[in-house]
């Protein structure tokens, strides 16, 4: 049998995507690089975005008539953020005789049943055989084998969500899952109602996977969550409680701080990257990392969202303009090269052309190394949806967006020209005749360097930054 697999949306999908990877390999299913030659494909989704949900359900559509029209039965089960509960396509609530048919039919009255189909998803004409919180992943080849009419697996081998192994893709560069889901509530997000509160992986853990990822050749980590420096707090609830919303109290030694202390003595580690950080817990022992260890890198990837503090309330983010203003303004003061990504979303409702224009300023004062610039979608389940007026056209949203990415390009140029004569490492992990040798350098700026057969993904080369070509940096081998 053979799996196809397709990732929406962020690191965190991947990471869970190496997950669903190590239960196929241990279930004898071999991956594809097309649907069309697969038994089962996953959509392992992202609701962020609403055009992603739309691709999702255009793949669901298109799978189908590719069956129709082959007479093929691939498998579809969707996974990740769009997906609220486990749940079975009703079509494969089979019974044998009568009795059973009154037993199965019962077991729909339990809210435990995984037949309770009331899904949308499953109400739509194109629908997918399951739906699948990763989450609950010790369940999968339970219902696959159900689905399937034969074993395909041993459920005992596979541990909890948190613990199960990842197959990764990438063994130069491991992504660790250290926190999963969100408490935070932003009016505009799905994830909290979709993948639920937080939940943290112990230390002990985390240190042992990222000492089994360097031993398997690793040279890079990335410690992967929807709120990494929010870590352990249930552990220091009362730090959280009082100290923690002024960001550059001193005194503070956070749970995320003693994580990163303890992967920093790692031997042969050479990069630990983290990401997403949220502004409103932010300290600044998490901010010092970056330059009182050894092996952090000088890059942060903190999602500001709005310019404005009004805009940022109606979001219910619990940060100010002025607390992030600070808090990049303490990172390049340390090194002017210390890269910053944010997200920003355009149009949040009622978002005035003022308050936009703030979001304007900001950028061009921040100068930010990448951004990804959203149009505000309305989402099913949040706040913003059932009571903020999504009021505003298409070509509006679309006008704002060109504003700000126009702003973007102009401090991409600018800030990767900052780099040009510079002598730095990256670690190659992609390779191709066709497009050279690339990867980034500690401050996550992507080099390319022209095709050599010598170099193999997993070298650390040493390059000399020579030009920018449109948005490209260029490098000459050094090594
Ligand atoms: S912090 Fe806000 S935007 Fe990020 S996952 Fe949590 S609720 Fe969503």
Redesign the pocket.
């Known amino acids: 049998m053979k799996y196809f697999i397709q990732t929406f949306g962020c690191q965190l999908n991947y990471a869970d995507t190496e997950k669903i990877s190590m239960i196929f390999l241990q279930s004898w299913i071999a991956k594809t690089n097309s649907y069309k030659e697969a038994d089962i494909v996953i959509l392992n989704t992202c609701s ?1 975005r609403k055009k992603w949900e739309d691709k999702v359900l255009g793949m669901i559509r298109e799978i189908h008539k590719f069956n129709k029209l082959n007479k093929t039965k691939i498998i579809v089960w969707v996974t990740g953020c769009m997906v609220k509960k486990t749940w079975v396509n009703p079509a494969y609530l089979h019974w044998e005789n009568e009795k059973q048919k009154v037993k199965q039919i019962e077991l729909l009255k339990s809210p435990d049943s995984i037949f309770n189909s009331d899904d949308i998803l499953f109400t739509r004409k194109y629908s997918p055989d399951f739906v699948f919180r990763v989450e609950e992943i010790s369940y999968v080849t339970k219902i696959l084998s159900h689905i399937l009419n034969k074993n395909i697996g041993n459920d005992m081998k596979f541990n909890e969500y948190l613990e199960l192994e990842q197959l990764r893709e990438n063994p130069a560069s491991a992504n660790i899952i250290i926190q999963t889901w ?5 009016t ?5 109602y979709t993948r639920g509160r937080e939940v943290w992986r112990n230390t002990e853990d985390i240190v042992n996977e990222a000492k089994i990822a360097i031993l398997n050749w690793a040279k890079e980590i990335t410690l992967l969550g ?2 990494v420096n929010s870590y352990g707090k249930t552990t220091k609830s009362k730090l959280w409680d009082k100290e923690w919303l002024t960001w550059n109290n001193k005194n503070i030694q956070t749970p995320f701080r003693e994580l990163l202390n303890k992967l920093d003595k790692i031997e042969w580690l050479d990069r630990i990257r983290f990401t ?1 950080s ?1 502004p409103h817990d932010m300290t600044c022992d998490i901010l010092d990392a970056h330059f009182e260890l050894d092996h952090t890198c000088n890059y942060l990837h903190f ?1 500001l ?1 709005s310019g404005n503090d009004d805009v940022l309330k109606r979001m ?2 619990k940060h100010t303009v002025e607390d992030f203003r600070e808090m990049v303004n303490y990172l390049r003061k340390k090194d002017p090269l210390f890269a910053i990504s944010t997200d920003i979303i355009v149009w949040f409702p009622d978002e005035t052309e003022e308050e936009f224009e703030d979001t304007c300023h900001v950028f061009e004062e921040l100068e930010f190394d990448f951004a990804y610039i959203a149009r505000y979608s309305e989402r099913f389940w949040t706040y913003a949806s059932n009571h903020l007026k999504n009021n505003v056209s298409d070509q509006e949203k679309a006008r704002r967006w060109d504003i700000l990415n126009t702003l973007l390009k102009k401090n991409i140029e600018k800030r990767s020209k900052l780099m040009i004569g510079r002598e730095e490492d990256i670690l190659i992990t992609a390779k191709s005749k066709k497009h050279g040798i690339a990867w980034r350098t500690r401050n996550f700026k992507e080099v390319f360097v022209d095709y050599d057969e010598k170099i193999n993904i997993w070298d650390m080369v040493k390059v000399k930054i020579a030009e920018l070509d449109r948005w490209v940096l260029k490098g000459k081998n050094l090594s």
């Open positions: 962020v969100c408490d935070n509530f932003c505009f997000c799905i994830v909290p929807q709120n997403s949220n999602a969202q219910n983010r």
